[in-house]
């Protein structure tokens, strides 16, 4: 349940809206203007605000961004006699998440609370301070990879070799490894594809002074820099195969010299190493050492792509935004209902990176509160099957129509139920709610959303 501020001068309004909230289980505080508003907001951090525009110290369209400012995972609900779509979109670019009018309907109001109760409570529980955001999740895949890294971290110098595709936060897993091992040492990261051939020895193992030319000073390589740490070894495909030999020396006994040196070192480390390859194809193909493929498999990991957690990609989504507007000194901004359903239904190739990517443009780039679908600037989507606000009922039932965003396939179920039960409800709104067991209002959102018609009759 959630814990809701009534913003509302109207003694018997105030009245109704907690007595409402308070039968279905919500902490409900209520206050009578702006200011006791903001006072309880910074006290309270309430999930929900309950906001009348028309109060008796302001308008609270103004205290919109600064209720967001107090406590950024607050969701406002705007609540206004005010019947006009000038004040709708002035509350929305303001921040508020929805707009209901006086009188309101009790149903619709608790469906909007409950819904927006779910989205803060999904981005709290992701706002515990860990270093890595890909494991803010639920998924099965996510929590598997979560307990492994638990075990390893007891292990401190046990070889870890992770797959994932580019930008799933490979790194991101290493550096959290890293964390939880507590052998003292430093993370270093080299990525093996950025470093040329001739120079990637000297940067993992160091150089002595006039060992080739421009070697002007002894050099310490990434390897000692990582005693008792963590080497992190990026596209360890990639590295050539004269190299993939003195790596394999160093992982079997942890010994190596400096390029130009005599004297033998030793050095214990954790080697991570990651790829976007198929590591197995390369060793059948002869373009990576078997021997060296086995010794850094000790521990074999795969990080899944952002596409296929889809029911983490809002909650990561609020978290990034966050961190984000910290990171550039912006205020807290949130997104808009259209601005979710976007970001749920693209496909992220390029995963977490382009995420946060995608979000920074948005935040140095957009205006107002709320985040909006072009802030992020994505590719549109073309493609073959249902289309939003493109889906009419014919005899086949539900199928694409016009140039509008396809379906998921979620939608296009939920889509193809509703019309198949309309339909069997000779299309009646008021018995249809009943069969699916779902209010009126939230019915008829969903006839238009996909816009779903009665078939013609002959």
Known sequence: ????????????????????LQLEGHEVAQAGTLAQALASCRELQPDVVLLDLGLPDG???????????????????????????????????????????KPWDNEELLLVVEREARSVAATATLRRERSGEVFWSLHPHIVRLQGALEKLSQAAFTTVLLEGETGSGKEIVARELHRLTAAGGEFVAVNCAAVPTELLESELFGHERGSFTGAEYRRKGLVELATDGTLFLDEVAEMAPQLQTKLLR???DHRFRRVGGEEERVVRCRVVAATHRNLREFVEDGRFRSDLYFRLAVVQLSVPPLRERRDDILPLSHFLLNQLARQLGKPPRQFSS???????EHSWPGNVRELRNRLERALVLSEGMLIEPEDLDLPSRGGRGMHAGGVRETRGGPAAAGKARPLSEAQQAEAERIARAWRAEGYSIART??????????????????????????
């Not at 069969?435 to 959303?449: A, D, N, S």
């Open 338 to 344: 259209a601005t979710e359903r976007v970001l749920v």
């Open 250 to 252: 160093f992982l079997e």
């Open 433 to 458: 709610a009943r069969r699916l067991g779902v209010p009126r209002h939230w019915l008829k959102y969903r006839l238009t959303k996909y816009a779903i018609a009665p078939v013609e009759k002959e």
């Open 59 to 101: 308008d609270g369209l103004d205290a919109i961004p600064e209720l967001i400012r107090l406590h950024p995972l607050t969701r406002v609900v705007v609540l206004t006699g005010r019947d006009s779509v000038k004040t709708a979109v002035a509350a929305l670019r303001a921040g508020a998440r929805h707009y209901l009018v």
């Open 1 to 20: 349940m959630a814990t809701c501020l009534v913003v509302e001068d109207a003694p018997g309004q105030a009245a109704n809206l907690v007595r409402t």
